[in-house]
């Protein structure tokens, strides 16, 4: 048996943690959700575990007739995008530097802090005007459904929702130029659906709250307030989440384009052709699906579907090796796997314990950011990669192992 069971006073808890750190505020976390009353079987814990808003990211949640709008999380659909080139490590020029910055002026990221008022600059991380590859593809695929959501929580309508269609964000999101073992060169990126996916997450997990009411206090943590089937609020959160996923498979489409045709126009690389997506997938999102003998919604928080022969991507951290990886659809599991290598301490601690020189020589090698700005995001502040795809060893098997040469984040 490959996973370990935690004890519980509710639903089992089953963990492949076998070798990686299991901190004492994620073991709270698990035991909490799995004392809620239409768990499905028992919770599945990752690898890449650790502590987060309501129930622990690296957590697979399966329930029958209710949804936790905190465990699926606020930044819906955010997942992963892969693509294989035909360039190899000799193509790339020895100064990446050009490449980092055509990415980095294709593809808005980052944040502008303390806009305020009226006429307020634009954010850095957004469109002024959407490229009109971006608004063909919101017209068609989801400006209706954008409309029903602002009808029934009009809220959402202020939300920036086109104008980040096609960019990255900030924290852990991230477009990396990547090398195989056998030195082909991948195009890899981190993303979500950005301001629109975390307005919706946030109204929906205030309505858990409110629709509870009286019966919020009995709740092991109040961030576990859930939505029960056949609610007005659980309908509607349902059909949000499911067209939030949407715009966050389309958000990384947009940017893994933005990407190619960015590095093929700067005349440093031979020219070359991106093939087929290799993977589109979510980790943080909620889906219909069967086990164990009965339909149920599945939440993946920090989570990968991992079917047998379905293809996923396992990140490292910056500076650490990423994976392409092949389910072998694991029942226990609920067919799922890590997300990526999960943080073992906070951003704060990872600021207070590292400086700048820890990061320069965390990241040697590869084309990235080397300031303060980012040290939270730095090597150190996840868990060991390695041990965290052995302890999955019987969820996924690797196709493919990857390494970053350039980093772009925001």
Known sequence: MSYQEIPSDGAPIKAWTHGVDLADNAIEQLKNTARLPFIHGHVAVMPDVHWGLGATIGSVIPTVGAIVPAAVGVDLGCGMCAVQTTLTANDLPDDLRGIRSAIEAAVPHGRTVGRRGKGRQRDKGSWGDPPPRVTRLWDEHLMDGFRRICERTPKVKSSNHIVHLGTLGT????????????????????????????????????????????????????NLAYLTEGTRHFDEYVEAVEWAQDFARLNRKVMMESVIEAIGHTGLVPRFRANVVAVNCHHNYVARERHFGADCLVTRKGAVRAGAGELGIIPGSMGAKSFIVRGKGNADSFESCSHGAGRVMSRGEAKRRYTVADHEEATKGVECRKDAGVIDETPMAYKDIDAVMRAQADLVEVVHTLRQVVCVKG
């Open 171 to 222: 924290g852990n999101h991230f477009i990396e130029v990547c090398l195989d073992t056998a030195d082909n060169v991948w195009f890899l990126l981190h993303s979500g659906s950005r301001g629109v996916g975390n307005r919706i997450a946030s109204i929906y997990i205030e309505k858990a709250k409110q629709d509870l009411e009286d019966a919020l206090g009995n709740l092991p943590d109040t």
